[in-house]
Each structure stands twice: as structure tokens, then as C-alpha cells.
């Protein structure tokens, strides 16, 4: 098994720019999570997911869409890039939301807004 | 306030050294408390859980959960260079997690 992947590893945009972040689980997991990793800023939790075609906001969903058409795939959107959206995102998923909800990372997204 | 506080660091300790990682929370009717390990650029992984109040130990490491002062800590015996990396405390809330700031530890030779 995969777990977690996420594409692509690293992107660098100019200001104004779009672009599609892909997370992808073979987990058959119900949830799955985006978030955004910044120096001394812990993750932050951007938009989440508990199923198949179901979003809902996070903490910091601001310049930011989602969509969850498949249950194994989840995608992040920026629609005009802005440099405050430098950072990096890891995409998560989990099998249950209850408990201690244990959350598998993928390897994270290094993005570079110019 | 911040549902969550973590001391940032970074924290430096020679090998051999007890850690003492530790976080606030805001809300008394949290319940799971976790620690997450993140080694440098790497994805976290889930360390320890521990479910209300009490100690949970599990080889070097224990959790630590105060509910009366709502305070959450992590020991770290016998530190190890291998253990240098950033730990971030979480809470859950409904269905989401609620993570600290992140600490980085270095363990020293």
C-alpha cells in the first residue's frame, strides 16, 4: 500500500497563478484533510472532507477550494496564487473522526508563490 | 487565546538527557490528546494518545495529560539523537484535530 501520496512534491508559481494540488489514499479512509505547515505556526487546517462528495471549512480556508468527486482522491485548489500562500501542505486522511482520530500524512507539497 | 499553546523552541539537550515537552489548551471538555513526531521534512506521524486524564508510558516515552490545569506533556527518558525532530501536540475537536505550534527538539552527542 501507498498510504498518502500527494502531487507534486514541489511547485514554484508567480502571483496570479492557479494551479491543483492531488492527494490520493488506497486506505478506502472516509476522511481526509488539507493543511498548511508554516515556521512556528504548527499545521493549520485549511478544508476537510467526510466523504465522498463532502467539504467543509477549516481554520484557514481563505484563497482556497476543494473537491472530493472520488472517495480515495482530494484536491486542493488555488485559484490566484498570493505570496502569503507560500508553505508547505500536507494532506491527511483517517478511517474514523472519533477517538484519537490518527490522521496518516502524505510527504507534503513545497509551494513557492513568487 | 489559541485553543492550543506549544512552546515553539527550539530546545537543544546532550544525549542521555529527560525532555519535557509541553502544551495548554483552552477547552475543558477536550478528551483525546495526541503527540505527533516530525522528523525534518518529513510528514508526521502519530507518537502517543492518551484519552482523558492520566499517564501513558510506552518504551522512553510517557504522555501526560493534567486536565485540572489543562496541561498536556510529553517525557522523552534516555534522549537519543534520533529522537531530534519536531514534536507537535494535538487535540481532537468533533471530528478535526487541533494542532500546537510544534516543538524542535536537537539531541546533542
Known amino acids: 500500500n501507498a498510504g498518502v501520496t500527494q502531487t507534486p512534491k514541489f511547485r514554484v508559481l508567480k502571483t496570479g497563478q492557479s494551479m491543483t494540488l492531488l492527494c490520493a489514499q488506497d486506505m478506502n479512509h472516509e476522511y481526509m484533510y488539507w493543511y498548511r505547515q508554516d515556521p512556528g505556526m504548527g499545521l493549520r487546517l485549511i478544508h476537510y472532507?467526510?466523504?465522498?462528495?463532502?467539504?467543509a471549512k477549516g481554520e484557514v480556508p481563505d484563497g482556497y477550494n476543494v473537491s472530493r468527486l472520488k472517495k480515495q482522491n482530494f484536491l486542493l485548489g488555488l485559484e490566484s496564487a498570493a505570496p502569503s500562500q507560500t508553505s508547505v501542505y500536507f494532506c491527511?486522511?483517517?478511517?474514523?473522526?472519533?477517538?484519537?482520530?490518527?490522521?496518516?500524512f502524505g510527504p507534503g507539497t513545497r509551494l513557492t508563490v513568487l | 487565546q489559541k485553543e492550543v499553546e506549544q512552546d515553539p523552541g527550539p530546545l537543544s539537550v546532550p544525549e542521555g538527557a529527560i525532555v519535557s515537552l509541553n502544551c495548554t489548551y483552552s477547552?475543558?471538555?477536550?478528551?483525546?490528546f495526541m503527540w505527533y513526531r516530525q522528523y525534518s521534512r518529513k510528514a508526521p506521524e502519530l507518537l502517543m494518545y492518551t484519552y482523558s486524564s492520566g499517564n501513558k508510558e510506552d518504551g522512553r516515552f510517557t504522555a501526560q495529560v493534567d486536565k485540572s490545569s489543562k496541561y498536556i506533556s510529553l517525557f522523552i527518558r534516555d534522549s537519543q539523537p534520533s529522537d531530534s525532530a519536531t514534536y507537535l501536540c494535538?487535540?481532537?475537536?468533533?471530528?478535526?484535530?487541533?494542532f500546537g505550534q510544534g516543538t524542535e527538539l536537537s539531541v546533542k552527542p
Open positions: 472532507s467526510v466523504g465522498e462528495g463532502t467539504t
Open positions: 494535538a487535540i481532537r475537536q468533533g471530528g478535526k484535530l487541533i
Open positions: 477547552n475543558s471538555a477536550f478528551q483525546y
Open positions: 491527511a486522511s483517517s478511517y474514523s473522526a472519533g477517538g484519537y482520530n490518527e490522521q496518516f
